[in-house]
């Protein structure tokens, strides 16, 4: 699944912003400068809470409150608990900032989610669509009356968020104020509870390392650090997951759970919902003691006291990553000759690089996950023509298909399942209104991935049953060339993907085509689907030998039809004629593409090649897996499909040159004759 | 002439550190570590000028004074006046930085200059070899106490370097000191003076926008832009020279006059040594009024007493680019809401977009510039193997060749002459004790360019007047696909370098070589060789159409040979088949390569279409422009070198195949017969 960074608001600006799937009856969006206001059945009336809200703020003597869509840890997805945003404006999109005043309110989001906003916003709500938080400033100026406040909760703000505000509001004489006690939490009596169990370790078939070696491991990189911190503090949740070994469900298609940890150099505090250990984890954590390797349960809501407590000690320094770190945990830690900033923290970057076991057995999901998409890919080919597929119905199907396999734990997103214009959003997901009917007509798309114990996936195929354009053809083809180019290449460790990316984009850019989002993500072992901080992204780490990422470029033509390629693959140390340490990409993901929408002619011959061989991993890695799981009719399609593709310069070019030279020999035959 | 970006530092740190290419006689590089110490004849005494900054340092009750190799402009190149750092420490390397205490002394410089410093300083100076701020900052703190003050001229640091040592240096107790007196200045007696003269202004034929022109255009963006500046500060020489079409003479090589300027929305106040303004220019400035579009005159030293009269003043809000105002002028301009800070000013992007005119004389420059290093080369060809040829001699006749040509204003920078190993380092200028002969057993690179009042120039040539190691054709080839690569490649308006730069590393990589320079600079008008802020670094701004830009890859074997090719090119509009505001590069460099260098079964065809393209507009352009100086051997080179190259497979492929179907029509014509 694509992701999006700051660096691509350029693109964004030019994706294409409405499409409607379903057939036009009443209008789908609102319209908020007629007389009475016309509002859809999807839109949310929010008076009440927005009343709630604007009495919380005159208690608390602020003029604006800003509501973030992200929670406490700045986690990409979050819980239905702290969809705060969405209890307050109605609009449910991944991304976006909600402001409130006593007059007004607005919401800013990007053009992936301007429709989906009108919607289901009522007209209370103002929809801004630059997300730049200087726009989000110059609104608050505009609105916030000279020597007004401007309050926000700081569990919810990044440093550079906090940071970000306070550079643009400087010298407009509005302040920022900080408000620990949330005020959407405050009004919204029907908030979600957390959840009451769900904590596991994982088994150690899919561990090399245990946490204690991980605790030992990530101290020696503190020690070794030539600041000295004498603690590390872990916010984002992947963090704390990863170093125990332990996995949670709180937050939907990421087995993550609340938490935070504080390590020194001789001390493990883990806060969490305590009441969701059970005894068994508390064994397994060594939790009933204080030595260097017992872990000490806390409050989950105890950390900032706790921080505190810690930080007015003598001689303490702590360290933390300042992407993941919310300003509330920041603000406390005082004088600044106490902290230590890195962009991520050494858990980040030391889980960025998997180990052998974790290397091995992520593989081993892509394998299973294959046997489930092609399992899809075949029953599409046979239903769709019967007329009877929907985008909904697919979506089902692919994720029952997961569910069978081994380890499973469902998808690790919502599915997309995008048919024709539908698939040019490169985030929709279906929904009963835009539910498209498959048809051999149309382009499909299919972006979906599984979260298994060992392993987390993410794939993309884009399929045609009938006969695709030329102009479809072409694209997918270049979109593959770019998923190549990036496959194939060879690079010094240390490279960074940022440096890299136009490979996936130069065959398209070369016609006058590109796409309006990241071309890779980092992807893990049971984590969420966008690991960071591995990925082509211009805040993504150098690459290293054993990272994991997406390869996606893609196309997309508004109203039209949407392309995208997406596998999964890891960084390997490759032998070149010169030089060492230096890396390649070796494919994980194991799903042929649609032979139909490729034009070889397209392809120079190292790319052939290079497809051919990777259809040759396929059979030679799926195919026993569809054996040993008794899919014979999906073996037969998988190895139909993975035929080798001919060089076309094998043929074709032997018809210019050669037949004038045989034309010369026959000529010069005849002389002699 | 590559340039080093910060970005770079990893690289760098793999370039070869030491050869030497004089037969060895006497050590060249000091030893401090046997006693007496060893000092060759290159070094310089030191004593005298340490003992007396010393004495200035104690006045000012400082404790270290740090000593950067920049002027108030954060020149790349500098006024020998500006040399302080080489008057304080001997090395005489275009990068460093020294650091004095009561007791020690260090120079900081990256592994270009290693060599060289250990040539020409005393065993009063440390060398420190990471030239990372903090790594200066750990020296300080262990060389100053706690409590000492670490002095520093505000005129020499930018914005990011005072901020850098201020963040190394925080909760250490050791303070910055800014000191707006250079102390160095105090102890050099025979510092050089000012230019007296040297200021003109351009011909009208080479301009196209008159100053008065330009200054409406920068105000109009002043205006433009929503916080609303009253006033514009332009520190780097070249902005200067730039808005007012002059240039002067006070730096080798970079036609620039020390100047500042403080433009407002209707007043022009040029800073300068008025001494050396003309009766004519003030005419041509318009100096003796005081409107919008009148210049007044200010002298150098006043800058930043004026500009503090102006801060002062109401409403005022100044507008700077943050990567070449120096700190002194920044930290008067307070409160901060006074300030506006963008990179760069906006005279430096304009600048960076080269208007009609100036493209097409940049364009002539190289014509005229290709016929002197065709005639160099030819020369070449007929010297070297005569055995009487040296670095030396061969840059001198290179220099001579340019000095020829129309508007002629001497080589561009100190021209790299370098033979075998010398040319592994690739800033290698030689010296009567490194002069190397040349022969045909030797690699030869020759790095230079030419100022002409209509254009700058810089390109590379490496040639082998023998029969080169398959390797060195390799390499070579290599590096070439590299240069075609990136010439050729199609990418979007609003592409960064940065993002396209390891095209030209790709083929290289691909083999595991790769080269520890940047990949190319901006170049323009008469201007500075490095002309930013356009090229292929992270600090570069995106391409637009009718940006010049060098493209140089290069390969270095250590103590060995050294590879690089360049050429100029300009960002140009490019038709694609289904998309609008794509560019690509037209390489305005148009000398051919070395023909016994390139193999071209290397090339894929696509590369090798360009390579000939390459040749015939070498030939349309550079032909008559050789025929009208009456240049016909030279033409005769020319043409010879620039044939063009029969494509591999047209001849080789045809073996293979080809012939077995002429066998196959000749068995069958038996038959018949």
Known sequence: MPSYGWLLALYLAALPGNTAGAVAREPTERNCSVIPPYLPSTAVNTSLQLKELREQMLAMNISAYVIPGTDAHLSEYIAPRDARMAFMTGFTGSAGTAVVTQTKAALWTDSRYWVQAERQMDCSWELEKDVSISSVAEWLISEVPPGGEIGFDPFLFSLKTQENYNINLESSDRGLKSIPVNLVDKVWKERPPVQ?????????????????????????????????????????????????????????????????????????????????????????????????????????????DHLKTYVAGPGVKVWIGTEYTNYALYEVITPQDKLLTSSYSPVLTTKAIKDETEQQILRDAHVRDAVAVIQFLMWLEKAVPEGNQTE??????????????????????????????????????????????????????????????????????????????????????????????????????????????????????????????????????????????????????????????????????????????????????????????????????????????????????????????????????????????????????????????????????????????????????????
Request: proline share 4%; glycine share 8%; hydrophobic share 35%.
């Open 392 to 673: 909904l119905s697919a979506l089902e199907y692919v994720d029952n298909c997961r569910n069978k396999q081994k380890d499973s734990r469902g998808p690790s997103f919502e599915t997309i399942s995008a048919s024709g214009p539908n698939a040019a959003l490169a985030h929709y997901s279906p929904t009963i209104e835009t539910n498209r009917r498959l048809t051999v007509d149309e382009m499909y798309l299919i972006d979906s991935g599984g979260q298994y114990l060992d392993g987390t996936t993410d794939i993309t195929r884009t399929i045609h049953w009938g006969k695709p354009t030329e102009m479809q053809k072409e694209a997918f083809t270049r979109v593959l060339m770019g998923n190549i180019e990036i496959s194939q290449t060879i690079f010094p460790s240390g490279t960074r993907g940022v440096n890299m990316e136009m490979l996936g984009r130069r065959a398209l850019w070369e016609v006058g085509l590109n796409y309006g989002h990241g071309t890779g993500h980092g992807v893990g072992n049971y984590f969420g689907v966008h690991e960071w901080p591995v990925g082509f992204q211009s805040n993504n780490i150098p690459f290293r030998s054993g990272m994991f990422t997406s390869i996606e470029p893609g196309y997309y033509k508004e109203n039209d039809f949407g392309i995208r390629i997406e596998d999964v693959a890891v960084t390997v140390p490759v032998q070149t004629k010169y030089g060492n340490n230096y890396l390649t990409f070796d494919t994980v993901s194991l799903v042929p593409y649609d032979r139909k929408l490729i034009d070889t002619s397209l392809l120079s011959s190292k790319q052939l090649q290079w497809l051919n061989k990777y259809y040759e991993t396929i059979r030679r890695l799926v195919g026993p897996e569809l054996d040993s799981q008794g899919l014979h009719e999906e073996k037969d399609w998988m190895l139909r499909n993975t035929e080798p593709f001919a060089e076309v310069g094998s043929s074709a070019s032997v018809s210019s040159s050669s037949l004038t030279l045989i034309a010369l020999a026959i000529a010069l035959l005849h002389d002699i004759v």
């Open 196 to 304: 009451s169990d769900g904590l596991i370790r994982l088994p150690d078939r899919v561990i090399q390392r245990s946490w204690q070696e991980k605790v030992e491991h990530i101290r020696i990189q503190m020690r070794d650090n030539p600041y000295k911190p004498t603690a590390l503090l872990l916010s984002a949740l992947d963090e704390t997951a990863w170093l125990f070994n332990m996995r949670g469900n709180d937050i939907p298609y990421n087995p993550f759970f609340y938490s935070y940890t504080l390590l020194t150099v001789d001390k493990i505090w883990l806060f969490l919902h305590t009441e969701r250990v059970t005894d068994d984890l508390k064994a397994y954590l060594n939790a009933s003691c204080e030595g260097a390797l017992c872990v000490q349960l806390k409050g989950y809501d105890t950390i900032l």
